[in-house]
């Protein structure tokens, strides 16, 4: 693995081993045990968009890698000012180790990583949010033991959550039902990839996909970058929701994930949202420990 722009790119093998490294630094984090695997090692982290989690999670991560972590405002640099990517790339292939980037489109992470000689992680994109979904399959692994046998629910908008979702649990062996309005389908190139497993299904109707569901996941109707939709959405989306009825549905032990942020009355309930919240934050947390085995795998790939 050279980069993480999308989990398309990955074999099962190498997310089961990516899955596999974030345990064990999980392991060490929780028991006190040092870990400085990146020593010496400074990441970028390019910002075209907010962030909590991600920038929060890349930032101590890499302290407790005992590398360095340097917040790079798209703002402030001369990329948002028209600086072309491809000599972006090149420039900071010389004093960086890696790079993290956030930002709309997936062709500026793909020609970073194309133009650059460093590893680059995607961050999200209006495509796909690939660390977010390693986390997510972590967390399910932890609470369930294994993907095997398990079905994975996706309910609301066919955005770059879903995408990866699709592409990573369908990776690791699950079977995927995605509910999605019409109008707001996965993108095609996860479509043409899923259609080509087994155990992916397609609808409109929440309840069908949520049918005997280990795990339910869901996110916001309006992503960063499409406010200018919102009303609209919400118009198009009611009914795309994680609530009491839905998980009726569902097995009764099934998890229900959420990337955060979170739209209560919306995408999920309340009263949803705070009986999972366990699941929901043990997930945020495991961005952390995900994103720590992505940067020793991708820096470091022969440590451990
Ligand atoms: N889930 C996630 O990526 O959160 P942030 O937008 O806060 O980074
Ligand atoms: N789909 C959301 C995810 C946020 C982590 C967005 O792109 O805004």
């Known amino acids: 693995m050279k980069h993480l722009l999308k989990l398309l790119d990955l ?4 997310i089961v081993e990516i899955l596999d490294l974030a345990d064990k630094l999980k392991y060490q984090r929780k028991h006190g045990i040092p870990h400085p695997i990146l020593e010496g090692k400074t990441l ?3 910002f075209q968009k907010a962030s909590t989690r991600t920038r929060v999670s890349f930032e101590t991560g890499m302290y407790q890698l005992g590398g360095y972590p340097l917040f790079l405002s798209a703002n402030d640099l001369q990329i948002g000012r028209g600086e072309p990517v491809q000599d972006t790339a090149r420039v900071l292939s010389r004093y960086l180790d890696c790079i993290m980037i956030r930002t709309f489109a997936q062709k500026e992470v793909e020609d ?3 133009y650059g000689s460093i590893p680059v992680i995607n961050g999200l994109t ?3 949010h690939p660390c977010q979904v390693l986390a997510d399959l972590l967390t399910i692994r932890e609470k369930k033991s294994s993907f095997e046998g398990l079905k994975m629910c996706y309910i609301g908008d066919g955005n770059n959550m879903a995408n990866s979702l699709i592409v990573g649990g369908l990776k690791v062996g699950m079977e995927v039902a995605a509910a999605c309005p019409k109008a707001y389908s996965p993108s095609q190139e996860v479509l043409d ?3 080509g497993c087994e155990g992916f299904t397609l609808t409109d109707n929440p309840m069908e996909a949520a049918v005997n569901a280990d795990v339910l996941v869901t996110d916001v109707w309006s992503s960063m970058g499409m406010e200018s939709e919102i009303e609209q959405r919400k118009i198009a989306f009611r009914g795309y929701q994680i609530n009491d ?6 097995h009764s032990d099934a998890m229900v994930l959420h990337c955060l942020p979170a739209h209560r009355e919306e995408e999920i309930t309340e009263k949803v949202f705070e009986a999972h919240a366990s699941e929901i934050f043990d997930e945020a947390e495991n961005r ?3 994103q720590k085995a992505v940067m020793v795998k991708l820096m470091m790939p022969d440590a451990e």
């Open 193 to 195: 990839f899923a259609n």
């Open 245 to 250: 009825t839905v998980l009726g549905a569902a």
């Open 126 to 128: 209006d495509f796909c």
């Open 44 to 46: 970028g982290m390019i």
């Open 11 to 14: 074999s099962k093998e190498e």
């Open 112 to 114: 970073l990583a194309e």
């Open 288 to 290: 952390l420990h995900a």
